[in-house]
């Protein structure tokens, strides 16, 4: 069996990212009412570990009063103004200004928008813009991955390498492929070194590129870790490999930083943790802890000067958003922006991460879990019916969404991807509650065993 076949059958089993609608559509809805700290409450006063940062993304946990004080006083001063006509205003100015300090000294300027998957979307506008500005129409082609997470709007579902999200969407769009997903526990072959499998997985994107046609391929998408997926990691060269070829061939790179982005991986960007080299980059989620929507596209100078040039050519520049850049959100991603430097987060993560991941790699020994891998405070929990053979359950036992349910039950907001248990707490959390984070997972697993023997699903 392929590579590609087995990623196939393995994707086709793999629930929406964020959302298990079929499996709770006679339930109504968790009402979450509060929050402190990394924990949230609800309308019946259970409190919460908040195992996922809301959805990857309140950094900074639910009761910050520096983020509530930033949009209260940019409310007063000034509520809202667009982005358009050579307008701007304050925060949005040092928002970018901000970011493009952090950032490789290649990139040049910061596109506003609401959502990472406006951001995404955009970059696709963008890379087919830019190709048409010098003369290479016919290079429109962009290569996400399969498990690849990118967004919902039409173009970044497409980009998306999650079936469910796009059956009977008629997505993908025309001009959107997919390459192997570098997962190296789960689509290595028997015998297969880890080196190996990524040579095979650089060799089928090659192979790829020239069936395609070179001439036609504009742009590469990936994400640093590959966390809605089921918290991937890259193989050792990975990235190095693909990026040679992305060379090679004059590919542009985009590099979704919307989950990686500020501080999650021990970095402040993924782009730092993994060595890349990007074109663009998009960011969104924990640019504001979440507390208010806005998210930021990156573009480097080579493509900055040739929007500039085309845009004078034809007379505008016919993209943006209403809200892109609004400036309650830019002050309360700025202020976010200088609690990272002032708490040092980034040395936090740092400190606190090994016994996070240690805690990991514990659970990892339990019967049920394959593979327990992470990095910085992201991590994911691979179920498996039989340890040695790396069996998984059928899509409809879905043991991962079970046990999303007992850590719920235990404590713990997390979900079930897929086969996977992921858990991405807020960036706050400290060493002590990682202890309890882990201990309420484990209570979890073992209650899913129970359930697992029961059902006749394992022999362990």
Same mark, same amino acid.
């Given at each position: ?23 709770? /559509?006679?339930? $109504? ?25 809301? %959805? ?17 006083? /940019?409310?007063?001063? &000034? ?22 300090? &952090? ?6 300027? =910061? ?36 498990? @690849? ?12 390498? %999650? ?63 590959m966390?809605?997926? @089921? ?18 061939y004059?590919i ?19 782009? /730092?943790?993994y060595?890349?080299?990007?074109? &663009?980059?998009?960011?969104?989620k ?30 505008s ?23 990272? /430097? ?25 019967? %049920? ?6 990095? $910085?405070?992201?991590? @994911?929990l ?8 790396r ?63 029961e059902?006749?699903?394992?022999? =362990?």
């Amino acid at each position: 069996m392929s590579l590609t076949d087995l990623q196939q059958r393995d994707i086709d089993s793999l629930l929406h990212p964020y959302t298990n609608h079929h499996l709770h /559509q006679s339930q $109504g809805p968790h009402v979450i009412t509060g929050g402190e700290g990394i924990y949230v409450t609800d309308d019946q006063g259970n409190r919460y570990i908040e195992g996922l940062a809301g %959805l990857f993304c309140a950094s900074l946990g639910f009761s910050e009063p520096r983020l509530a004080q930033a949009a209260f006083e /940019q409310l007063q001063r &000034m509520p809202f103004y667009h982005a358009f006509a050579h307008k701007s205003t304050q925060p949005g100015i040092e928002l970018a200004e901000r970011l493009l300090a &952090m950032s490789p000294p290649s990139m040049a300027k =910061v596109f506003f928008a609401n959502s990472g998957s406006e951001a995404n979307d955009t970059a696709v506008k963008l890379v087919w813009y830019y190709h048409n500005a010098i003369g290479q129409p016919q290079k429109k082609k962009i290569i996400a991955r399969q498990r @690849g997470y990118h967004g919902v709007t039409v173009a970044s579902a497409s980009l998306t390498g %999650l079936p469910n999200n796009h059956r009977d969407f008629d997505l993908p769009i025309a001009n959107i492929l997919h390459t192997d997903c570098p997962h190296y526990y789960r689509y290595g072959l028997p015998g297969e070194s880890e080196a190996a499998f990524v040579d095979r997985c650089v060799a089928n994107l090659e192979a790829l590129i020239q069936r395609e046609g070179a001439d036609t391929i504009a742009a590469f998408f990936a994400e640093p870790v590959m966390v809605s997926g @089921g918290v991937i990691l890259p193989p050792q060269g990975y990235f190095a490999k693909v990026q040679a070829l992305l060379r090679k061939y004059d590919i542009l790179f985009v590099v979704d930083e919307v989950i990686c982005g500020f501080a999650r991986t021990g970095n402040m960007f993924g782009w /730092q943790t993994y060595d890349l080299q990007p074109d &663009m980059i998009s960011l969104a989620k924990q640019l504001s802890a979440a507390y208010m929507p806005i998210s930021a596209l990156l573009v480097n100078d080579k493509i900055d000067q040739v929007l500039k040039a085309q845009s004078e050519k034809i007379g505008s520049f016919s993209h943006g958003f209403t809200y892109g850049g609004h400036p309650v959100a830019a002050a309360v991603a700025l202020e976010a922006q200088k609690i990272y /430097q002032e708490r040092d987060i980034v040395g936090h993560v740092r400190r606190v991460a090994p016994r996070f991941q240690a805690g990991i790699r514990r659970l990892g020994e339990h019967p %049920l879990i394959g593979e327990a891998r992470g990095v $910085g405070l992201v991590a @994911g929990l691979e179920f498996v019916r039989n340890k040695q053979t790396r069996e998984t359950f059928a899509p409809e036992q879905s043991a991962a969404a079970y046990a999303g349910r007992r850590a719920q039950a235990h404590g713990v907001i997390t979900r079930g991807l897929g086969d996977t248990l992921s858990l991405c707490p807020a960036l706050i959390i400290d060493e002590e509650q990682i202890d309890d984070l882990i201990a309420r997972i484990e209570r979890a697993l073992d209650d899913t065993l129970v359930w697992a023997r029961e059902q006749g699903l394992v022999d =362990v």
